[in-house]
């Protein structure tokens, strides 16, 4: 199993500021992944992020908003730059693990923003 | 790309019934699986299950890959049941996945 642990859990943001939130792994991991699931909605798959390269963006993300930091196996953060009320989500990184009896998707807790 | 849908959207229970939850792709998957939304966000994986049936205590799932659907059975409904419940699939060659549109269940005590 995995253990992760994301930083906000919560936030009030003013529109036009930027947030960051971290995403840490108890374990190594090669990739993690970033969704968003705004308000009463499913996830949204913003970005793939691999340790040592750029992450890979889904369509309608881009870097210069959604910027996105792999220092490490074990770490992530994702940026939401210039925030709007459109903004307002749960953001939630995920890792998969591989086994023989097959594979495992956990979430962190979820960073709850709210943009006024 | 995949479009993955769910029914019900909305279900409400009394406690004690039983559920079937359905979702839809539109097609081939490598992978698929089961979470539960509980109340406070948390999302929680129930089920690994590409293909065939699998079961854990009150909760079983079956996926018919060749017929491209996924069914989640709910037994013995509980209160703590309630939540949002997500399929979520692996398109082949992507290795992410796609979520689905979601079921809100309401499990009433």
């Known amino acids: 199993s995995a253990v992760i642990s994301q930083k906000p859990s919560r936030d009030i943001c003013q529109r036009g500021t930027s947030l960051t939130i971290q995403c840490q792994v108890d374990s190594q991991v090669t990739m993690m992944f970033w969704y968003r699931q705004q308000p009463g909605q499913s996830l949204t798959l913003i970005a793939t992020?691999?340790?040592?390269?750029?992450?890979?963006?889904e369509s309608g993300f881009v870097i210069d908003k959604f910027p996105i930091s792999r220092p490490n196996l074990t770490f992530s953060t994702l940026t939401v730059s210039n925030m709007s009320p459109e903004d307002s989500s749960i953001y939630l990184c995920?890792?998969?693990?591989?086994?023989?009896?097959?594979?495992?998707?956990?979430f962190g807790e979820g960073s709850w923003l709210t943009v006024v | 790309g995949i479009q993955v849908e769910q029914s019900p959207p909305d279900l409400i229970l009394q406690e004690g019934a039983n559920s079937t939850l359905r979702c839809n792709f539109s097609d081939s998957v490598n992978n698929l699986q089961w979470f539960h939304q509980n109340p406070w966000g948390q999302l929680i994986n129930l089920f690994y299950?590409?293909?065939g049936t699998k079961q854990n205590g009150r909760l079983s799932a079956t996926t018919v890959a060749t017929e491209r659907y996924s069914l989640l059975y709910i037994s013995s409904s509980q209160t703590t049941d309630s939540g949002v419940y997500f399929c979520a699939v692996e398109p082949p060659g992507t290795y992410k996945y796609i979520f689905g549109t979601g079921t809100r269940l309401k499990v009433l005590a």
């Open positions: 299950i590409p293909s």
């Open positions: 992020a691999n340790q040592g390269s750029e992450a890979t963006y």
């Open positions: 995920s890792v998969e693990y591989w086994a023989a009896s097959g594979n495992t998707i956990y």
